[in-house]
């Protein structure tokens, strides 16, 4: 399954402030410069990922953005869901807008609603936490201070 990039954004987003020092607060034009997209769109997910409690963001002068909850309370697989604008892998997976002629005989969509529902399950067993066991190379990659 291919996620979409606004997902991948949201997980580079997470990535970043978890290899910041702690509580330390990053902008998103850093982050937007780390990652050569658009502020705009940094701004779109950076406020989505705020909605969903997962990140605190401080306006003004010396505002920002860091993680609101610890690394190992993110669970990668709400992150996906939360993100992806539909897990619906095929046409058939939306009962409101299949059209195909098959798909009421077709065994096709059982066998990839189980990969899907495998590929989620799989997701779901890490954390953010799990994604920063190598802390110290990723913080060195994006060039910010790492945690101690």
Do not use: W
Request: aromatic content about 6%; glycine content about 4%.
């Amino acid at each position: 399954m291919r996620l979409t990039t606004y997902t991948d954004y949201a997980l580079r987003i997470l990535i970043y402030l978890a290899a910041q020092s702690e509580r330390q607060l990053a902008s998103i034009k850093e982050i937007a410069e780390t990652f050569d997209v658009s502020n705009h769109h940094i701004s779109k997910i950076v406020f989505e990922l705020g909605k969903l409690g997962l990140i605190e963001t401080t306006r003004g002068r010396n505002g920002g953005i860091c993680l609101a909850i610890d690394t190992a309370e993110i669970n990668i697989g709400y992150v996906v869901r939360k993100t992806e604008e539909t897990l619906n892998i095929v046409e058939c997976f939306d009962d409101q807008t299949n059209t195909c002629k098959i798909s009421c005989a077709c065994r096709l969509k059982h066998i990839l609603k189980d990969a899907l529902d495998a590929y989620l399950q799989v997701l779901d067993s890490y954390t953010l936490a799990d994604v920063m066991v190598n802390r110290q190379t990723l913080s060195s990659l994006i060039n910010v201070a790492p945690t101690k």
